[in-house]
């Protein structure tokens, strides 16, 4: 059985990083999206967790 990496996604132009199901990363536009592999990456990147998903 295999299992999936969770990832999170983030933009270029904001500061918040999002679950992919997040309905604030639909709003994300492909030229964008950044892509972080770890909670831990993305705080390290400047990110901040998402308050609607709680990234």
Same mark, same amino acid.
């Given at each position: ?11 270029? +132009?904001?500061?918040? %990083? ?7 990363? &639909?709003?994300?536009?492909?030229? +964008?999206?950044?892509? %972080? ?7 390290? &990147? ?10």
């Amino acid at each position: 059985m295999t299992q999936e990496h969770e990832y999170y996604v983030g933009s270029l +132009n904001r500061n918040h %990083f999002h679950h992919t199901w997040c309905r604030w990363a &639909a709003f994300i536009s492909a030229q +964008n999206l950044i892509e %972080f592999y770890s909670h831990a990456e993305a705080v390290e &990147a400047g990110y901040r967790p998402c308050k609607t998903c709680r990234a």
